[in-house]
């Protein structure tokens, strides 16, 4: 990825505009969710059902693919680098888990689940060791890997176009719910375990002087996070079936996007592996001279990358309950970009973070599903998210800007 140079447009933004945006060390949300609350006025202004229970809660599971897959480019995109082979990576596992539980292969679900993870891994691996050992451009690397991959995708489905999935709990993931109350039970099991970390961890460094939250401010992450549970369960424990039929229940590809939350934020957040990852984003030259491993933590990085990948492709082929050749890999490639870096995250290295995705996914499907409400054009919608996505990567550029001048 190569720097920007645009000091004009740095220079025409008040500097306390640029604080607000880049406060809270790259973290800060709250730019992304006054954007998806407007967003969700203007829908609702045109159509009352955009803010419905039913449409909502297909939304979310509508944006898990976008999340999921995101969550793996902010690896990438954290070193300042890209992959742009993401989206056939996802489409590899989608269809390794399709063809090995068929009745003629007869894996078990489990199994074939790890298959397709391992399998993503290994392209991850392969991949990142390209850029890393032998030096080659992520940018050539990947965008060789988008269309080999398509290729190779159809070679396993063969000419058959469409392969159903005939496994129940492959295709529960993406459209089974659990019931309400086992909803209640885990969101306050996960709220407590989130106090827990939170408390404790803020703590620890009050004690020993170190730059942490106010006590006051740590109440406040807890009392948001039990609050947002408590909404998202409302939402979702509400019945949006249709005429008789009763549909109550969090679908499992909900908390299934929040244990890979977790999981990266933990990595990224809480381990040598994620300081080093920020560290080469920030400055490679002088991670290196500091002793850290640029190759094994870019190796690292695009193979974690590749296996969220394949989590996604994994819900997107659960969704559909099959795989066909008509996957479009590249379309999506460019969203999980786009999520990535609409909710916060760099594309220039260095600052972002898991949960960008999460929020930037919500705001692409958001974009996409309120314009099919209103009957717009696929081009029309393609127009909208390239609009927002600039408007990203211009917030991205002065920030860079601005902190670089400061």
């Given amino acids: 990825m190569t720097d920007v140079d645009t000091p004009a447009l740095a220079d025409a933004v008040p500097d306390k505009v ?14 992304v969710l006054i954007g998806v609350v407007v967003i969700a006025i203007i829908f609702q202004s045109f159509n009352d059902h955009f803010l419905s229970t039913g449409n909502l809660v297909n939304l979310l599971v509508q944006a898990s693919v976008f999340m999921l897959i995101g969550m793996g480019e902010v690896f990438v995109l954290l070193l300042g680098e890209i992959d742009l082979s993401l989206g056939y990576v996802a489409g590899i596992g989608g269809v390794v888990v399709t063809e090995l539980v068929q009745v003629r292969t007869g894996w078990p679900w489990w199994a074939a689940i790890l298959a397709a993870l391992a399998v993503t891994a290994a392209i991850g691996l392969f991949q990142g060791s390209l850029v890393t050992r032998l030096r080659l451009p992520s940018f050539v690397v990947t965008l060789a890997g988008l269309l080999g991959w398509q290729g190779v995708m159809i070679i ?49 460094r009050r004690a020993s002087g170190l730059a942490a939250p106010s006590v006051s401010r740590t109440i406040l992450k807890v009392a948001l996070a ?11 424990n509400a019945n949006r079936g249709v005429g008789t039929y009763v549909l109550r229940g969090m679908p499992y590809v909900i908390p299934l996007v929040f244990a890979v939350l977790a999981l990266w934020s933990l990595v990224l957040t809480r381990t040598r592996f994620g300081r080093y990852v920020y560290a080469i984003g920030g400055n490679a030259e002088a991670a290196r001279r500091a002793g850290i491993s640029l190759s094994w933590v870019r190796t690292l990085a695009f193979t974690f990358a590749a296996v ?5 492709g994994i819900v997107y ?60 054009s696929a081009a029309i919608q393609l127009i909208a998210t390239a609009i927002v996505l600039l ?11 601005r902190g670089a001048g400061s």
């Fill in 308 to 312: 969220t990948a394949g989590v996604g």
């Fill in 18 to 31: 640029v604080k607000r945006l880049a406060r809270g060390g790259g973290t800060n949300v709250v730019p």
């Fill in 391 to 401: 408007a990203s990567i211009m917030v991205d550029v002065i920030v860079r800007q």
């Fill in 317 to 376: 082929a659960s969704r559909l309950r099959s795989m066909s050749t008509s996957f479009d890999g590249g379309t999506i490639v460019l969203y999980v970009v786009a999520t990535a870096v609409i909710g916060g995250t760099s594309l220039f290295g260095g600052r972002g973070h898991p949960l960008h995705a999460v929020l930037g996914g919500v705001v692409i499907a958001a974009i996409v599903n309120g314009m099919a409400l209103l009957g717009l």
């Fill in 226 to 236: 039990a609050a947002a549970a408590v909404a998202l369960l409302l939402l979702t």
């Fill in 156 to 204: 396993m489905l063969g000419t058959g176009g469409t392969i159903p999935i005939p496994d129940d709990t492959i295709n529960a993931i993406a459209n089974g719910t659990m019931s309400p109350a086992f909803g209640w039970a885990l969101a306050a099991v996960v709220v407590v375990f989130f106090a827990y970390i939170t408390i404790s961890s803020d703590g620890r």
